[in-house]
């Protein structure tokens, strides 16, 4: 009996071993190659918005190249006029005593149910942050 039992412990010894052989050698990794490749559709993206805006600006600098946008800019931006044009400033009128201040209403923050982090955990976003 005693070494049946003996035998029964060593069995589930050998599986537990297993299990954590199993997770320690698959689960981890797994979770820091998700990481990474999150991290690299994050860079895929933020580099597509540079170039975006960089195409923008790369337009805005032939833009100035001309005489009339220089000069549409220095119209709209500093007030310059030509000799002989009046130039006019409109005034907004000064805030009257009506307004109310209104005090921030605090919003009560959720959290995410357990399973969410296990899910998280396991597909490595915790470890992006996004």
């Given at each position: 009996m005693t070494q049946r039992r003996s035998r029964l412990l060593l069995g589930v010894a050998v599986v537990v071993v297993l299990a954590a052989s199993v997770l320690l050698t698959n689960?981890?990794?797994?979770?820091k190659i998700l990481a990474q490749q999150q991290q690299v559709a994050n860079a895929r993206e933020q580099l597509e918005a540079l170039q975006t805006e960089n195409d923008r600006l790369?337009?805005?600098a032939v833009a100035l190249g001309s005489d009339s946008e220089v000069e549409r800019l220095a119209r709209e931006n500093l007030g310059y006029v030509r000799?002989?044009?009046l130039a006019y400033v409109v005034l907004?009128?000064?805030?009257?005593?009506?307004?109310q201040e209104v005090e921030p209403v605090e919003v009560p923050t959720e959290t995410a149910p357990w399973y969410e982090?296990?899910?998280?955990?396991?597909?490595?976003?915790d470890?992006?942050?996004s």
């Open positions: 689960v981890f990794p797994y979770r790369e337009a805005d000799p002989g044009e907004e009128p000064p805030a009257t005593q009506a307004t982090g296990v899910w998280d955990f396991l597909t490595g976003k470890l992006v942050g």
